[in-house]
């Protein structure tokens, strides 16, 4: 357990972590390509390593070089080799959802676990569209969720319709493979795509590796097959979602906060938080070293949709609890999915430091007051803890539970976090 104590800051400047959805894609593309592949600004964290390890098991060689945020991937070319074991992939759905369809590429059976909690969450609709393909692919337990069997082989393509109502994940699996299928994939959408800004990433990704990819909106997508992906040097930028923190900690304690190395032209969805927070009364100043949010006024709620930025719904809670009315967030009935339940478990959390929360079927309302200290369950949730810190930035007596468990996507978020003056 961390307690947190409450510190008067006025202006401080911090580097977060490499985007952590742009390293799993960069890694699986390049563990795809055929030669040898440089990341550099690479996040370093237990879901990435999953990912890497689970490519290594497919045959990439994959040096880390966690010092200077960097891998050098020695691809397969598409060549996946047959798995000597079950691949582990614990609670990482972003792993677990983006490697079973290319697991799909490879040779024989595959078969992917995870965590009690990963076997909780839904992968039904990506099964049935690998299985509309052809693909042998099902859930061991026949409840949709991992552990799941993938069998491998030369996947011809087709024609697929895919529900993306509960994660844009289903769709970016797709995509990721499609270049390596014989015919390539015609995908229609036919519910969702939520977190659609997710979906924006791994279109940038594949062309970035030289992959041919049409799109009509995000509801059609054509991708030729016979296509490769071509190895070089690739730049992560920062995470925008771990940037939120830092922005929410200057909102809640009316100071100054500069978030090193992010730019306007981010393609990530997450990047809109800083709009959300102008809404609620901060400024906002663009530099060519990064993005700040200066707080010192009085936070106002706001009604706002965070169907493309639903991993900064804790963080916007908690700012929230320190607002004047209440702030309604709506279109996230998919954090029901995640790590944990986050709808629930952020009211819970809040109802502890004496905020009152109301979650409906795809939203959640905050109504601000005078946060009080409490004891902060994490459910082992690294958005949860995170989260939760800020309150104890304003409020004495937070503590947060296995404050480990940040490890997941930030290990070394209590020091940058400590960092703060």
């Not at 894609?25 to 964290?45: D, N, Y």
């Not at 994959?62 to 074991?85: M, Q, Y």
């Not at 100054?256 to 393609?267: C, F, H, Y």
């Amino acid at each position: 357990m961390l307690e947190i104590k409450p510190k008067n800051l006025t202006r401080s400047a911090v580097r977060v972590p490499g985007s952590k959805s742009f390293t799993h894609r960069v890694l699986i593309a390049a563990a795809l390509a055929a030669g040898q592949s440089h990341i550099e600004g690479a996040l370093f964290s237990r879901d990435t390593e999953l990912t890497a390890a689970a490519l290594s098991q497919f045959g990439a060689e994959i040096k880390a070089d966690a010092e200077n945020f960097s891998f050098n991937v020695k691809g397969t070319g598409g060549s996946l080799r047959p798995a000597a074991a079950d691949i582990f992939l614990e609670n990482s759905g972003t792993s677990m959802r983006l490697l079973a369809a290319i697991a799909a590429l490879g040779q024989g059976d595959y078969i992917l676990d995870g965590s009690p909690r990963m076997r909780q969450r839904p992968m039904a609709e990506l099964l049935a569209a690998l299985s509309q393909l052809g693909i042998p692919a099902r859930s061991l337990a026949d409840n949709g969720c991992p552990p799941i069997k993938i069998g491998g082989g030369a996947v011809t393509g087709g024609a697929v319709k895919i529900d993306c109502g509960i994660s844009s994940q289903y769709l970016s699996g797709l995509l990721l493979m499609a270049p390596l299928t014989r015919d390539g994939l015609e995908i229609e959408v036919v519910k969702g795509p939520v977190s659609r800004p997710y979906i924006d990433l791994t279109l940038r990704v594949m062309r970035s590796f030289g992959v041919a990819v049409e799109s009509c909106g995000y509801t059609h997508f054509t991708v030729a097959g016979g296509q490769r992906y071509q190895p070089g040097n690739y730049m992560v930028e920062p995470d925008c979602s771990q940037a939120g923190y830092f922005w929410a900690a200057a909102a809640i304690s009316g100071s100054a906060i500069k978030v090193l190395g992010v730019n306007q032209d981010s393609a990530q969805g997450d990047l809109g938080f800083i709009r959300v927070l102008e809404k609620m009364g901060c400024q906002l100043e663009f530099a060519a070293d990064g993005i700040q949010i200066s707080g010192g006024g009085k936070l106002t709620a706001v009604d706002v949709d965070m169907g493309d930025m639903p991993d900064l719904v804790p963080t916007l809670a908690v700012v929230a609890a320190f607002a004047a009315g209440t702030t309604r967030m709506s279109n996230v009935a998919h954090l029901r999915a995640k790590e944990s339940d986050r709808l629930a478990a952020v009211a819970a959390e809040l109802a502890k430091i004496g905020i009152k929360a109301e979650c409906g079927p795809d939203s959640i309302a905050v109504t601000g007051g005078r946060p009080v200290g409490a004891q902060i369950k994490t459910y082992d949730d690294h958005r949860i803890a995170m989260s939760f810190a800020l309150v104890g930035l304003k409020t004495a007596g937070i503590i947060i539970e296995d404050e480990a468990c940040v490890a997941k996507s930030f290990p070394n978020f209590w020091s940058v976090f400590n960092s703060l003056s």
